[in-house]
């Protein structure tokens, strides 16, 4: 039997100590200011990302390198891996085409070999969860085949509540109106937003003020567990360079939720260059997502 791995993308903010202990390999996902592409060989701390971004740069983001996908899955499929690969939501970038475009011409060359590319239909650490469950099947001793099944059943339960600090870099992408962020932000507004069930990026409604909007997405979050919640299972906040919130929303799901198991970490800055500093999720397994 083929030995098989688990690989995903940098959307998926996956921690660099998860990177090491499940030795994942990562396709970079890439962004920009000016003329300088970051993302590969070249990175920059979340930290100063942000900062430049609060001082009024506006960077952007680009999908993944063909080149730079094969380069990895060839690096696999010659040590004998067949490959699981965990991609960011098709409905948010054309990454996930991007990675199945190059499974398909290295699958006819490598006749033997079997590479699956599951859309998780989500986004940062939602895909890092299925990337931590798909290695505890495979520790467990599933089968490649019973691993794919599992997520794909697995990802619709996985759930995004976030919230943004910056009306303006939604508006900048699309997601709002000018008029909507400006009269948002006059009125101190904070919208409520969360990932469909098709992938997609959706609102639940606004709250006036910063502090509202993080008690409002733990109780999101309540809304949506379900009665047999598994809370073995690790909960994720992301965030745009506001550890202090997220660790506030930390403590207010370990109050209010029987989940122990916490992951904060950094949004990345491909991610970030849409939902700006101060962005803040809670990622979670709950209710089959909504529409």
Do not use: W
Not at 111 to 126: C, G, P, Q, R, Y
Not at 152 to 172: G, S, Y
């Amino acid at each position: 039997m083929r030995k098989y791995c688990i690989t995903t993308d940098s959307d998926s903010d996956l921690p660099q100590e998860y990177i090491e202990k499940l030795n994942t390999t990562v396709i970079p996902q890439y962004y920009s200011f000016g003329d300088t592409v970051y993302g590969d060989e070249l990175h920059m701390p979340p930290a100063e990302f942000y900062e430049r971004m609060k001082n009024g740069e506006l960077p952007s983001s680009q999908a993944n390198n063909p080149a730079v996908i094969e380069e990895k899955f060839r690096a696999l499929l010659d040590k004998e891996f067949d490959i699981i690969h965990i991609a960011f939501s098709s409905a948010l970038s054309g990454s996930y085409n991007n990675v199945c475009m190059v499974a398909k011409e290295l699958l006819e060359e490598y006749t033997d070999a079997k590479i699956t590319v599951i859309d998780s239909l989500n986004v940062s650490l939602a895909e890092s969860l299925m990337v931590i469950r798909a290695n505890a099947l495979k520790d467990k001793g599933s089968s490649y085949e019973e691993v794919v099944e599992s997520i794909e059943a697995f990802k619709h339960h996985i759930n995004v509540q976030f919230t943004v600090d910056d009306l303006f870099h939604l508006q900048r992408g699309g997601r709002i109106s000018k008029t909507s962020a400006i009269v948002g932000s006059a009125l101190n507004l904070k919208p409520l937003l969360y990932i469909s069930a098709a992938g997609t990026l959706s609102t639940a409604g606004t709250v006036r003020g910063r502090k509202k909007s993080l008690h409002a997405l733990v109780e999101k979050m309540k809304a949506t567990l379900e009665e047999n919640t598994d809370y073995s299972l690790p909960v994720g906040i992301v965030h745009g360079n506001c550890l202090e919130d997220a660790q506030v929303v930390a403590e207010l799901v370990k109050e209010q939720t029987q989940f122990h198991d916490i992951i904060i970490n950094d949004i990345s800055p491909s991610i970030g260059t849409h939902a700006g500093p101060g962005a803040l999720g809670i990622l979670y397994y709950g209710q089959p997502r909504k529409a």
